[in-house]
């Protein structure tokens, strides 16, 4: 009887081995989504190389054209950051109450209109550029280039450097305007104000840069 | 980044924003990206949504993160650049924004790789908070 008990054990225990082992070879696997390719290691090690300067900018005044340089370190300050289980953080500011609206996984489906009223969705917005170039035969070329936005300050909003950048023909944008949570009326006509950026500032070093 | 003389967060609010110290932390890290897609000029949209006028969230976790660049798998197509990454912050932090939505990585055949966002990594932070 003790013998078949202590063989049920042992039967158990190997059981439970297998099941670690297989556990954890599963986690390896598991883990190896997050593990870069050579290639992909190789590439990202170039890109951090290229922006390791990255505290260089540039500001351009959109309406006179200057533009002056600066670093990160000449522009700091006493700020409020703050610290939150491991993440530094400037915290949001909203009008409204705090939208906390989270929909499905990895599927891309419009914000409902009575959210674009509410925290964050009344912050990100529409950032519209025109370009203006001369083209090989000299003619005056424009262009618009849109994409999305964010305030992030009560006077600046984020978007990316290609948004105001034409790195093809190396000119600003020469007008930029953003929609805040951007809305048409039924006949298509757009019913969000819509504002004029003052300044752009790009990384000194795009395109070589993000 | 763009600046305005108005001071249009009084009446829009503005996104929070920061970092992990560890770029650990960023790996499967839910967030989620609201922006507007653009489908018309994009032969590789996934869905072929989007008339870029109108908003849209999509959901998802990121891979992996390096000092600067967040690599995901949250699908985005022209128009959605510039987009925030953000999550609900603790406490009445609001919506911390992340990453900015970048693009796309390719190996050197053009084959797609992950989407690409820019990481909110210190030094970016610290500017963004000389705007506050």
Request: charged share 15%; aromatic share 12%; proline share 4%.
């Amino acid at each position: 009887m003790q013998k078949s008990v202590k063989g049920v054990s042992s039967k158990l225990v190997s059981i439970f081995i297998t099941i670690l082992l297989v556990f954890l070879f599963s986690a390896s696997i598991a883990r190896g989504e997050v593990i870069l390719s050579e290639q992909q290691v190789g590439i990202q090690q170039e890109k951090q190389e290229e922006i390791s300067a990255r505290g260089d900018y540039t500001r351009i005044n959109l309406e006179t054209g200057e533009a002056e340089h600066y670093t990160v370190a000449t522009r700091l300050s006493d700020s409020q950051e703050r610290s939150i289980g491991g993440m530094v953080c400037a915290p949001a500011s909203s009008p409204t109450a705090q939208g906390r609206f989270v929909f499905g996984n990895d599927t891309r489906f419009p914000v409902p209109s009575s959210l674009l009223t509410e925290s964050p969705y009344e912050s990100i917005g529409i950032v519209s550029s025109l370009f203006l170039h001369y083209d090989e035969e000299d003619n005056l070329v424009s262009f618009t280039r849109n994409g999305t936005g964010f305030l992030f300050a009560k006077n600046a909003v984020m978007t990316n450097a290609h948004a105001v950048y034409d790195s093809e023909n190396q000119v600003y944008a020469t007008t930029v305007t953003f929609y805040p949570a951007y809305q048409e009326d039924i006949i298509g006509i757009p019913i969000t104000p819509v504002y004029t950026a003052e300044h752009v500032n790009v990384s000194s070093y795009y395109p070589l840069t993000l | 980044m763009l600046e305005f003389e108005e001071n249009l967060g009084t009446h829009h609010g503005y996104m929070g924003f920061g970092y992990y110290s560890s770029t650990l932390s960023y790996i499967n890290l839910f967030v989620i990206s609201d922006g507007y897609p653009w489908a018309y000029d994009a032969v590789d949209a996934p869905q072929g949504i989007g008339d870029g006028f109108t908003m849209y969230e999509c959901s998802g976790s990121i891979g992996h993160s390096s000092t600067y660049v967040m690599f995901h798998e949250l699908p985005m197509t022209s128009g959605q650049s510039g987009s925030p990454l953000w999550r609900q912050g603790a406490g009445s932090s609001g919506a911390i924004a992340f990453g900015v939505m970048q693009g796309e990585m390719t190996d050197s055949n053009d084959n797609p790789l992950d989407n690409l966002a820019l990481r909110i990594d210190p030094s970016l932070y610290n500017l963004m908070l000389t705007f506050r």
